[in-house]
């Protein structure tokens, strides 16, 4: 089992590079929208990466290997020993029922609705960065409470 200072220091990276996605996406899609491309184009990639993390986690159940980085790994670890096993695969498996719901909504939603082709007021605003930074935190940050608490 990981001492305290490890889980805190795993926490910390976890953050890192959970707040550097959501930013580099957040930013992608500034940078894509900025530029006249269709938002109907974004929604459909958001719709694919959906499906490519429902089949990261069904190659996962399947297989019984965690597929990240070493830290990550044994964070996972750690946590399975924390809330067992039977309790942490039934919270996997809410993520594998969602994935793909989350999709589907992202192509229904490409599909049906008249998004404008793109927008000309010079770029997304601060808030939404700040939007995501904070929704992230809370996020990652409510996760980590209920582990070690």
Not at 23 to 31: C, P, R, W, Y
Not at 42 to 68: D, H, N
Not at 137 to 147: E, I, P, Q
Request: glycine share 10%; aromatic share 14%.
């Amino acid at each position: 089992m990981l001492n305290v200072r490890e889980v805190n220091r795993f926490r910390v990276r976890y953050i890192i590079k959970m707040n550097a996605m959501m930013m580099s996406t957040i930013v992608f899609m500034d940078i894509y929208l900025s530029h006249g491309l269709p938002i109907k184009g974004f929604v459909f990639g958001m719709a694919f990466i959906f499906l490519g993390e429902f089949a990261r986690s069904v190659y996962q159940w399947k297989t019984g290997t965690f597929i990240g980085t070493k830290n990550s790994n044994r964070l996972k670890e750690y946590e399975i020993k924390l809330i067992g096993e039977k309790r942490w695969k039934k919270q996997k498996k809410v993520g594998r029922v969602l994935l793909p719901l989350l999709a589907v909504v992202c192509f229904i939603a490409a599909f049906s609705i008249d998004f404008p082709t793109g927008y000309d007021n010079g770029g997304m605003s601060l808030v939404s960065y700040i939007g995501a930074f904070i929704g992230t935190n809370l996020a990652v940050g409510t996760h980590a409470y209920r582990f070690d608490r």
